[in-house]
């Protein structure tokens, strides 16, 4: 697999499944699994200077594995933790402008998380 850089995304060449995160603009938290493994996600959004959405992984016992992801466009979220071993990628995407961050009031609508599993 490798990466070629398309429209200012990466791209991944690569038999890919794409999934959505279903969210809604408020804080959440719920139990998925990616690969098979069950994880706790926790999403939040931090309103202050240069704040915005940011995600929590814990595994399905309740322990934190990595916390404060912030919710960027433009990148792998999980990319600098692939020595976890989650198999799988995640980025967001806003509609109608990739580069914009998702606000506290369109994510899940117009600001979407996916999840990318090879």
Not at 25 to 32: D, H, L, V, Y
Not at 49 to 57: A, F, H, P, R
């Amino acid at each position: 697999m490798r990466a070629v850089l398309r429209g200012g995304l990466f791209v991944w060449l690569a038999m890919t499944t794409y999934y959505e995160v279903p969210l809604s603009g408020e804080a959440q938290t719920f139990t998925a699994s990616m690969n098979g493994v069950s994880y706790t996600f926790t999403f939040r959004y931090l309103n202050c200077t240069q704040g915005g959405w940011v995600m929590d992984l814990a595994d399905s016992s309740g322990n934190q594995i990595v916390g404060g992801i912030p919710l960027v466009t433009g990148t792998d979220l999980l990319g600098q933790y692939g020595y976890l071993g989650f198999g799988c990628r995640m980025f967001v995407s806003t509609d109608g402008d990739w580069d914009a961050v998702p606000t506290y009031d369109n994510l899940g609508t117009t600001s979407h998380l996916y999840v990318a599993i090879d």
